[in-house]
C-alpha cells in the first residue's frame, strides 16, 4: 500500500516537474534580481514611442485574461527611448495615472503617434492630447508638475535601472524574472511561461 501512494504522488507531481523543466533560465526568462515578490504581480516596461509596445497592448489584454485570478498587472514608461521627450514622456503617463485617465491617455498618445504620425516636440503637444481625451490644459500642467508624479518618475527610473532594461516591450515577473519573449512563438506559449513564473513566487 505505501509503494502505491508512492507511485500516485510521483505521478502527480509528474507534470509539474515536466513543466519545470519545460522552462530554463538563459533560455525562457533571465533572472534579474537575487529576491522577488511574496505576491504574484506583472511589471511592463514600455513607451509610447515603441511601435512594437502598441502593438503589444491587445497581446497584453489577452494575457491578463489568461492570468490566475489576483495577479496585479502594473507599467513603467521608461525614459530612453524618444531622445528628450523621452522624460516628457514618462511624465505624461504618470500624470495620466494620477489623474485617473491612463487607459483613456494610452489609447490616445498611441494613435497620435504611430496612426496620425503626430509630432511629439514638447509639453504643449502632450497636453493637446489630454485635452483631446476631456483633460483642461490647467489641470494637465498641475498633476505634470506635482509632487506624486515627480515621485512615481523616480520609482520608474529605478525600476528600469534595477531590472537592466534596455529594450521595450519587456516584461519582468514577480520583480525578479525578466521574460526573454524570442522564446516563445505563440500567445498561449507566453502565457503558459507568464503562469509558471507567476507561481515562483518567495515563501
Same mark, same amino acid.
Given at each position: 500500500m505505501k509503494k502505491y501512494l508512492l507511485i500516485l504522488a510521483a505521478l502527480v507531481m509528474l507534470p509539474l516537474s515536466a513543466q519545470a523543466a519545460k522552462y530554463e533560465e538563459g533560455t525562457h526568462y533571465e533572472i534579474v534580481k537575487e529576491v522577488g515578490t511574496k505576491q504574484?504581480?506583472?511589471? %511592463? $516596461?514600455?513607451?509610447?514611442?515603441?511601435?512594437?509596445?502598441y502593438k503589444?497592448?491587445?497581446?497584453?489584454d489577452e494575457i491578463k485574461k489568461r492570468a490566475p485570478e489576483g495577479v496585479?498587472?502594473?507599467q513603467n514608461h521608461v525614459e530612453f527611448l524618444g531622445s528628450d521627450m523621452g522624460p516628457?514622456? #514618462?511624465r505624461a503617463? =504618470?500624470?495620466?495615472?494620477l489623474l485617473k485617465v491612463e487607459p483613456e491617455l494610452? =489609447?490616445?498618445m498611441f494613435a497620435a503617434i504611430h496612426d496620425q504620425r503626430r509630432p511629439m516636440t514638447n509639453r504643449d503637444d502632450i497636453k493637446a492630447v489630454f485635452e483631446e481625451i476631456g483633460v483642461a490644459g490647467a489641470k494637465f500642467d498641475s498633476a505634470a508638475?506635482? $509632487?506624486?508624479?515627480?515621485?512615481m518618475l523616480k520609482q520608474m527610473q529605478r525600476n528600469t535601472e534595477a531590472f537592466k532594461i534596455r529594450g521595450t516591450p519587456a516584461v519582468v515577473v514577480n520583480g525578479k524574472y525578466l521574460i526573454k519573449s524570442g522564446s516563445v512563438r505563440?500567445? %498561449? %506559449?507566453?502565457? =503558459?511561461?507568464?503562469?509558471?513564473?507567476? #507561481?515562483q513566487v518567495e515563501k
Open positions: 504574484p504581480e506583472v511589471l %511592463e $516596461f514600455f513607451s509610447y514611442f515603441c511601435p512594437h509596445c503589444f497592448v491587445p497581446f497584453m496585479k498587472f502594473k516628457e514622456m #514618462a503617463f =504618470a500624470a495620466a495615472e494610452s =489609447a490616445a508638475n506635482s $509632487f506624486p508624479v515627480n515621485g505563440s500567445i %498561449e %506559449e507566453y502565457s =503558459a511561461l507568464l503562469n509558471y513564473l507567476l #507561481a
